[in-house]
């Protein structure tokens, strides 16, 4: 069992960053592949990224990639989402999400954080 917490979300405005933390908790966190999907408004969940157990793999959606990076302090149990030059589009709420492999993850995590609302003004 994997609980995930996030925190970090608010408002920006276009061209400004926000770092996303997500802290987790339960004996598995070191053996999780862990990452973000995020739901903007009017559309289904989508991918963003994800990390490795031992932060050897990164995977991000490609329109993201270059803007988005993710990170994890697997002594801390936390991952990170560092987000640049953000723009309207990336209005969301940003999940963060836990599972065993990058393909399942991909498929749809099994653990869920309950959100965190990121806002880009125009």
């Known amino acids: 069992q994997v609980q995930l917490v996030e925190s970090g979300g608010g408002s920006v405005q276009a061209g400004g960053s926000l770092r996303l933390s997500c802290a987790a908790s339960?004996?598995?966190?070191?053996?999780?592949?862990m990452g973000w999907f995020r739901q903007r408004p009017g559309k289904e969940r989508e991918f963003v990224a994800a990390?490795?157990?031992?932060?050897?793999?990164?995977d991000y959606t490609d329109s993201l990639k270059g803007r988005f990076t993710i990170s994890r302090d697997n002594a801390k149990n936390m991952v990170y989402l560092q987000m640049n030059n953000l723009v309207p589009e990336d209005t969301a709420i940003y999940y963060c999400?836990?599972?065993?492999?990058?393909?399942?993850?991909?498929?749809?995590?099994?653990?869920w954080g309950q959100g965190t609302q990121i806002t880009v003004s125009s």
């Open positions: 339960g004996a598995t966190f070191i053996n999780s592949v």
């Open positions: 999400a836990a599972d065993r492999t990058i393909a399942a993850f991909r498929a749809g995590p099994t653990y």
């Open positions: 990390i490795s157990r031992v932060a050897v793999s990164r």
